[in-house]
């Protein structure tokens, strides 16, 4: 089993920036993706980021040049850095762990992201 725990969302203006950030704990292989995804009111649940374990790296057309996933160096732990945000990018955050040798996806419990001046 993994375990994933979210923090850094919040309240912001238009234009700022927030640091997503998530911790991944248990079973975890060496061979896995860990990312972001987000889910807004009315809306399905979309990728935002993602980093495989060898660094390769997928983002949503509309946070590129915006955002940046980042690994740490324990590479059981991931990062978003989310600069000149839009009202459009409030949703709730969901930290996301992809086994990719037993292709099991693992969530965290999301972080809420408000965009409003």
């Known amino acids: 089993q993994v375990h994933l725990v979210e923090s850094g969302g919040g309240l912001v203006q238009p234009g700022g920036s927030l640091r997503l950030s998530c911790a991944a704990s248990?079973?975890?292989?060496?061979?896995?993706?860990m990312g972001w995804y987000r889910q807004a009111p009315g809306k399905e649940r979309e990728l935002v980021a993602t980093?495989?374990?060898?660094?390769?790296?997928t983002y949503a057309d509309s946070v590129k040049g915006r955002f940046t996933i980042s690994r740490g160096n324990a590479k059981n732990t991931v990062y978003l850095q989310m600069n000149s945000l839009k009202p459009e990018d409030t949703a709730v955050y969901y930290c996301?762990?992809?086994?990719?040798?037993?292709?099991?996806?693992?969530w965290g419990q999301g972080t809420q992201v408000t965009v409003s001046s």
């Open positions: 996301n762990l992809f086994n990719r040798i037993a292709a099991i996806y693992y």
């Open positions: 980093i495989t374990s060898g660094g390769g790296i």
């Open positions: 248990g079973s975890i292989v060496s061979l896995n993706a």
